[in-house]
Structures are given as C-alpha cells and as structure tokens.
C-alpha cells in the first residue's frame, strides 16, 4: 500500500534538551527538516542529534537582525512550498503529535 508521504519541518533555538524526544516521536516521518537558529547556544549538538536520523537533516539560518517572527514565519512558509510531501507537518519543538496510526491519520 502506498502511504502519503509526511514532512516535519521545525525551527529551533536553544533545543538540544527536547531534541532527542522530538526526532524520535517524528521519527515516522518521511523527512525532518530542522532550521536551527544560527545564534542558539547548542547547534553543534541540535546537528549532532539530528545526523543520528537518516530521515532528518538540518541547516542553519541566521536572522540579520535578531530574531524576528516574520521573517521565521516566511521561512517556514517557504520551507513548505519546497516540499513535495503530500503533509506537512509544523510543530516547534515542544509540539508532539499522537494518533494510534499516524499513516491511517495522513491517508
């Protein structure tokens, strides 16, 4: 049976503690794409977990100004609109999303 395809695409700042929680409950997915803050504390770690997922990766974005929520909702706004996912799913990284069979749930 082919499944729809899932994307997560998240955007983290000072993360690593949920990190690992949150790639294992996505871990499902298709791909998890991580935007990690350049100015974060921990993005060496952030990208140490997430090359540990073989569906994940991970870049760095730095906001010229500091952080700005427009600039952060354009650029998941456009991460979107790359993917070629049938879903795509946007949690920030605190955000953790159940359902008994997640492929019966995206179908």
Known sequence: MNYPTCEVIT????????????????????????????????????????RQYPNASS???????????????????AACNESNADWVIIPDSDEFIFCEDMHKFLS
Request: net charge negative; hydrophobic share 45%; glycine share 2%.
């Open 59 to 77: 870049e760095l974005f730095s906001f010229p100004d500091g952080y700005n929520v427009d600039i952060r909702q354009n650029l998941i706004f």
């Open 11 to 50: 955007m983290w700042y000072n993360d690593v503690f949920l990190a690992p929680f949150f790639l294992k409950h996505y871990s499902y997915a298709d791909h998890i794409r991580v935007i990690i803050d350049s100015d974060t504390n921990d993005k060496a770690e952030c990208e140490a977990l997430v």
